[in-house]
Every structure is written in C-alpha cells, then in structure tokens.
C-alpha cells in the first residue's frame, strides 16, 4: 500500500472518527466549564465566609491535582464508592472541573479589575447586590476575560488528549492505535498535530475578533 493510499483510506476516517469524539468533548466541557468558573468566581468573590472557602478549597486542590490523576480517581477510583462513570463522562467531569478552576481565576481578577466607583454608584440607584453582580460586574468582566478564557480553551483542547488514557479513542487515541497496526508513527503523529494546530489556529482567530468585537471603548481599544 502506497503512502497516499494509506492516508486517504486508513489515516484520515480514522482521524475523522477521533476529531469528531474531540469535539464533542470539548463542545460539552467548554460551556459548562465556563458556566462553573463564573459560578466559583462569584462565590469567591462576593459569597459568605463559608462559601470563600469553600471556592478557595476547589480552585487549590484542582491546581495541585494532575488533571490525568484526578480523571483516574473520578474513573478508576469512584466505582469503589459505588459511583460509577463511563470512559466519556469521566473524562467530561474532569475536564469541566479543571476548565471550571482555571476560569474562574480569569474571571476573578477580571471582576477586581472593575472600580468601586461604578459598584458605589449602582448602589445608590437603588440595585441590589444580585443586580449589581448580573448587570454591571459580569458583562464587563466576561468582555476584559475573554484573552484569559480562550486561552483556557486552548488547553482544552490539548489536553483533551487525556481522555484516551481513560479509554476514550479522541483524536490522539484514533492517531495512537492507526501508528502502532501499521508502524506509521511519523506519519500518523504529525498528521495529529497538523489537525491540533488547526483547530487552535480557528479559535485563536475566533477570540481574536471576540476580543474586538466585545472591546469596552476607551479601555481596550487599540
């Protein structure tokens, strides 16, 4: 079998097959990691005591905890409790926890970025601290975040890779199992991270004009 036959009829269905597992990963940890990262920021930043520790507790323990070994403890060490997770959703649990941890730092200082003035202000006319927080912090802390949070997706999408350790044959899993039958590895793996450095080239452009469109005038324009 010559080397394009090869790529066009064993390499590239079977990349197809593990990008299209990929995006359905990320597609599901994304969101919902943005969504927790918001909800931790919030609570670390205007919730009671116990909920300030509480979200201190998380986003420490989720940045000194590998994210290989915490998908190995919600996969291999949880059915020991009686919880079992398949392969997929494992991997989406772990990956939304970290995504959720990482995020909401970015959201966090984002948040401590905006003046008190503005906060005193909104007081004054009479909004509650639930409406300050929805109308006037969120909308301009997810706008001064955005460089943060894509970068965040970034990672995600990298180390979505992970998931094959837990059985889940993504992209990399897909590439590992076509290079070690036909003892392609150059081939396979660069093909791998051609199609990597795609899809963080598209959302490195997508953030980009996120970043533009969503600029607060006078603040981060350039």
């Keep these: 079998m010559d080397q394009m036959t090869f790529i066009a009829e064993i390499l590239m269905p079977a990349l ?3 990008l299209v597992i990929t995006l359905q990963l990320i597609a ?24 300030v520790l509480f979200c201190k507790a998380y986003v420490t323990f989720i940045k ?6 915490l998908l190995f403890i919600l996969y291999f060490g949880l059915p020991s409790v009686g919880i079992t997770l398949s392969a997929f959703v494992a991997s989406i649990t772990g990956f ?5 941890a990482y995020s909401s730092e970015y959201i ?21 601290e639930r409406q300050v927080i929805v109308n006037i ?26 998931a094959y350790m837990l059985t889940v044959i ?14 392609t590895y150059n081939e396979t793996f660069i093909m791998v991270g051609a199609v990597y450095l795609l899809l963080v080239t598209i959302t490195t452009f997508g953030a980009n004009m996120l970043e533009k469109k969503y600029a607060i005038p ?4 350039r």
């Design 170 to 183: 993504e992209l990399t899993g897909a590439g590992k199992l076509v290079a070690t039958k036909y003892f």
């Design 96 to 100: 939304i926890l970290c995504n959720s």
């Design 108 to 128: 966090r200082g984002s948040m401590k970025s905006i003046k008190e003035g503005q906060l005193i202000a909104a007081r004054a006319l009479g909004m509650t």
């Design 64 to 69: 000194g905890c590998p994210l290989l070994l």
């Design 16 to 18: 197809i097959g593990g």
């Design 28 to 51: 599901v940890s994304a969101p919902f990691g943005l969504l927790g990262g918001i909800g931790v920021a919030v609570g670390r930043t205007y919730g009671g005591r116990y909920t």
């Design 218 to 221: 006078g603040i981060d324009s």
């Design 137 to 162: 912090v969120l909308p301009q802390a997810l706008r001064r975040a955005i460089p943060g949070l894509s970068n965040e997706f970034i990672y995600l999408i990298k180390y979505s890779s992970l």
